[in-house]
């Protein structure tokens, strides 16, 4: 007897489909198993059997017979039928994997990989700034020689940072500068993110052309990448 009862509805949709398929298969492959016979039940929910005889006398005027599509073919045809059905779900099923790997990889791909802007040697990297609720989107220049992420003060001014402590810094040309040191809520870069990153916030160093700020080992050094300058992109090292 085949049956399918309230309890087949309250499992998730592809176990249902699974628990469809392998009956169908099954009815495709016995010799001799070819009408059925589908009612109602008393909740609504369509039951299937496989001889009128087990239909409950209530519902059998209302049943309704379904011929076996398969009933011509001998029992060897429906093995074959059976078995390249099967072999064609199969590659159905790993093509269906394959896709699905592929689309990942090409989501991961595309989160490695960082527009940014290229002034002769300089790349201008965008960074989001988050601090109470309020956030901002700034571009800092991609510096190795900077152990610290510095942020130009008039840049950050609408997020009433708290200025920590004072310290001075060596510039680009030996030039000293007096900041302060203020721990940001949040710090976002390409697909990283960084919580409490203490960062550099310096008065601005006369016209910065566009320039908010300064990009950091602090941030650079956890996260190997290249530059393709021809396409203007920064592509983080997705290997590691």
């Known amino acids: 007897m085949i049956a399918l009862t309230h309890t087949f509805y309250s499992l998730p949709r592809m176990a249902r489909t699974a628990i469809l398929t392998a009956i169908l298969l099954s009815c495709l492959c016995s010799q001799g198993l070819g009408a059925y016979f589908k009612y109602i039940d008393d909740n609504g929910n369509p039951v ?3 001889d009128k005889t087990k239909i ?11 011929q076996g599509k398969y009933d011509h073919l001998s029992h060897d045809e429906r093995q074959a039928l059976y078995e390249k059905q099967r072999a064609e779900a199969e590659q159905d099923k790993a093509l269906e994997l394959a896709e699905e790997k592929l689309r990942k990889e090409q989501a991961r791909l595309k ?8 002034r002769g040697n300089q790349v201008l990297v965008p960074v989001r700034i988050k ?15 900077a152990t610290m992420t510095v ?11 708290r200025p920590g402590k004072k310290i001075r810094g060596t510039l680009a040309g030996g030039h000293i500068s007096e900041g302060n040191v203020v721990e940001l809520d949040q710090l976002e870069v390409g697909p990283f993110e960084y919580r409490d990153i203490r960062v550099f916030v310096l008065p601005d160093q006369g016209n910065t052309n566009g320039i908010d700020g300064l990009l950091g080992m602090d941030v650079l050094r956890n996260h190997p990448y290249q530059i393709d300058f021809d396409n203007n992109l920064l592509l983080w090292d997705h290997d590691r």
Do not use: C, W
């Open 151 to 161: 942020l130009y003060r008039s840049r950050v001014e609408r997020l009433n940072l």
């Open 56 to 66: 409950p006398v209530q519902f059998r005027n209302d049943a309704e017979k379904h």
């Open 48 to 50: 299937f059997v496989d």
């Open 131 to 145: 601090q109470r609720g309020r956030s901002t989107t700034l571009r800092l220049i991609l510096d190795t020689g």
């Open 111 to 118: 989160e490695m990989t960082l527009p940014v802007t290229i």
